[in-house]
């Protein structure tokens, strides 16, 4: 093991403290990065503030972070992709059982045996490790973790800027292919223009897709458009609601809080379907006839597997996709955290700059 620095909560209502934390050291199938940014995502709230209780309780001390990026320190005998010195990223995954179905087609996220979370994640399947029984995420100097959860960052993107693609990026990307917006010509709303909104609008349009950006912060049209909204509604004004019925073919819900999903469905056509990304902790409460009468679709989708996070960074590479960011250092976690649980009020993630914050 080796020591290295992370901040954490030590208790949900506590503030982050710097501590001293242990890793698994360098074996001949990992690789070591110095971890120099990490997207502050609203889930890493959910977990440090232990929203997920009962459902999915918080080991304390815990180190948020699943949106690293970094640079090569360190690689194992039998690695061969990566070298010292690559911009490389970890996302969500930090581990899993790599021998079921569903890991060996690329879904390690869904892996049978469980996937483990690069934070709060037990370490169970003997890949990753830390002198506790659970996972300390990237906001922490330094990580090491199996080659295959390991994103290549294409040379040229901002390091800065890369995190975000993979969470964020990838949880707006899966959808999009899984419901056919990679082919473009759909009429795709995206509700929440926040950390995962704002990449949703940007690659939706990539793809060649109409976009409506759907948010209850009037004050976000303007960065909505100049992203790639075509269309931009206010979801708390019934006027705006009613001009837009019934003009999407896909929405991918994002919203943090619990609320109701039949606000959204009058703007669904025809075989319309929503996919509920969010962790709302509700239950929704769904009239059934307007699903019957239009043939609507109700679903989820979570993240998505190393392949598709390395197809997803290198698609925005392509594409010119970079998260809108702001760079932030450890003393200023408590009041972003703050700021994520009243509402994200502006069109960006915020990032914590390590180097910045030592
Ligand atoms: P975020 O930056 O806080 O954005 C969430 C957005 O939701 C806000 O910007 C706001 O957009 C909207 N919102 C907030 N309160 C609302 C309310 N009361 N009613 C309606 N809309 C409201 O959060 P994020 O990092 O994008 O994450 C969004 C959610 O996805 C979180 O719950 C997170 O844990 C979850 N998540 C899920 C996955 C997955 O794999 N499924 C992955 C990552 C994150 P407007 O101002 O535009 O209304
Ligand atoms: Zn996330």
Redesign the pocket.
Known sequence: MYTTQAWAKAAADSDFKKIDIQRNLCGEEDVTFAVKYCGI???DV?VAEDHLKPVRSTNYPCVPGHELAGLVTEVGTKVTAYKVGDMVGVG?ISDSCLACPTCNTGNEHACQAGMTGTYNGETKHGHIATDKSWTFGGYSNSQTVHQRFIIKIPPGFPLEAAGPVF??GI?MFSPLKEWGAHRGGLRVGI???????QMGVQLARAMGNTVTAI???PN?KAVAKEIGADTFVV?TDPESMRAAAMSCDLILN????S?ELGTYLPLLAMRGTIVQ????MNAHAVYQLPLMMRKLRVT????GGMLETQECIDFCHRHKIVPRIKLVTADALLDIYKM?NS???SVV?NVLDIEASK
């Open positions: 995502c609203h889930s959910h969500c969470c964020a949880t509700v929440g223009i926040g950390g995962l909104g948010s209850t912060s976000k979801s994002t919203v943090s809080v609320h990304l969010g962790v709302a989820g989708s979570t993240i994520l509402k994200n009020d993630r």
